[in-house]
């Protein structure tokens, strides 16, 4: 019996599997992670399309696609996983990926809800949801939307008026440090 050829694999999958610290060719598109996942319903590719896309060198589509801005980083599909793929590691660094290289996003509004969701993090150690939407609303000019569901948010304790430190912001924000360290690496 022959030794299987190895995947020598495309340029964006090694850029991937360095920038995301796992091995996406390990792949074998049991598609486990894209039934867990409860956004994939809207996304435009499934996460084990995304995943078929990297191996398959198909950059364009990557990072141009809607699903790694809609992906929430919530991990049912890293838990899924039979081959231990961090995919939700790898939606991560797809999205760095698309800002380093000034991809057009098909929802833009998605690029500022994760800097208005980062900010908030970086500020207060975890979000403050109303501070949040403040800044996204005013990035996006989308004033309007969904604030006749403020005040029943707000009845219900889902919101808070004024933002709740947590104790671990130091933390935060070494971690914030550090990853501006590492992006300045050429
Ligand atoms: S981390 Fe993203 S891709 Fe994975 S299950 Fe959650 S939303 Fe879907
Ligand atoms: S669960 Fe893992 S092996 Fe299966 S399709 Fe998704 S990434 Fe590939």
Known sequence: MTNPIPWSGSGLLEEVRQRSGTEVSAC??????????????????????IMRLVHLGAENEVLGSQAIWLCAS????????????????????????AIDRQTVLPDAHGKQFHRSFLGS????????EMGMMATYKLR??????????????LAQG?????????????????????AEEEDRKP
């Open 28 to 49: 074998f598109q049991c598609h486990k992670c894209s039934t867990g996942c409860p956004i994939g319903p809207e996304m435009d590719f499934l996460p084990s399309q």
């Open 74 to 97: 919530c991990e049912a599909c890293t838990t899924r996983c039979p081959m231990a793929i961090d995919i939700a590691g790898v939606m991560d660094a797809l999205r760095i990926m």
């Open 121 to 128: 993090v970086r500020r207060h150690g975890r979000v403050y």
């Open 140 to 153: 996006t000019f989308d004033l309007l939307s969904d604030v006749e569901k403020i005040p029943q948010m």
């Open 158 to 178: 889902k919101l808070s008026l004024l933002p709740n430190r947590s104790g671990g912001i130091k933390g935060v924000r070494e971690i914030f440090r550090r």
